[in-house]
């Protein structure tokens, strides 16, 4: 049962254009969600995160956004810039639990 | 600056074999992490550990162990690497900053198993 999904294996953006990355989750326990980058040859990096209080979380050109009632989380990038091109990995943190589930990952292409 | 280290970038090993993978943080971080990646399936929690000599099965233990005698050093061990434990092998280590946990990874090591 796969608590984390992505569906979008891929995602393609011309440069200076929105890229939007989708994630949904099953477990209503999960309280923190994250995104982490990961571009190839290296280990994936924390991007942004936000609470289960919040429905809103920004960091310069990253968003993250989340629908608790739709158990829905989406990442915003604007404006997109080739150096963006990476794997995006969707992870949700139960505090109790001490761990992080991650989603399958989307890979995001920024054309120049 | 956050460092964690995994000992090998890549490894190639036969059916059969012991192997094992190390992997040390520099952060004193309490708790680390073993996943794996593998295309389509994501990241997979094998083990982790909140502290020294203590450990907790994640999603997929099966075929592995692992070893903390120290607060820096977390090793996966293959007890009898087979083919299907070919994949990439990301250690982590974590901290909890205004309430949330955020894992630092190392670079990760491709293991091949023929």
């Known amino acids: 049962d796969q608590q984390v999904k992505q569906n979008s294996p891929s995602l393609s953006v011309q440069e200076g254009r929105i890229s939007i990355l989708n994630c949904d989750y099953t477990?209503?326990?999960?309280?923190?969600f994250l995104w982490y980058k990961k571009y190839p040859a290296e280990g994936p990096t924390f991007l942004i995160s936000?609470?289960?209080?919040?429905d809103k979380n920004e960091d310069g050109r990253f968003t993250v956004f989340l629908n608790k009632s739709a158990k829905h989380l989406s990442l915003h990038i604007v404006p997109s810039q080739p150096g963006d091109s990476a794997v995006y990995f969707c992870a949700a943190s139960d505090t109790n639990a001490g761990k992080s589930t991650f989603g399958d990952g989307t890979t995001l292409t920024v054309k120049p | 600056d956050v460092k964690v280290t995994q000992s090998s970038r890549y490894l190639v090993k036969r059916t059969g074999e012991k192997v094992f993978l190390e992997c040390v943080q520099d952060?004193?971080?309490?708790?680390m992490f073993w996943y794996r990646q593998d295309p389509g399936l994501g990241l997979r929690l094998i083990y982790f550990?909140?502290?020294?000599?203590?450990?907790e099965k994640g999603d997929i233990p099966e075929g592995y162990s692992v070893s903390r005698e120290k607060k820096e050093r977390f090793s996966l061990i293959l007890e009898s690497a087979s083919t299907n434990q070919t994949s990439m092998y990301l250690c982590?280590?974590?901290?909890?900053?205004?309430?949330?946990?955020?894992?630092?990874f190392g670079s990760g090591t491709q293991l091949s198993v023929l």
């Open positions: 550990s909140y502290d020294v000599k203590m450990k």
């Open positions: 952060m004193d971080h309490e708790n």
């Open positions: 477990n209503s326990m999960f309280d923190y």
């Open positions: 936000i609470s289960s209080i919040k």
């Open positions: 982590a280590s974590s901290i909890r900053q205004a309430g949330v946990e955020k894992l630092f």
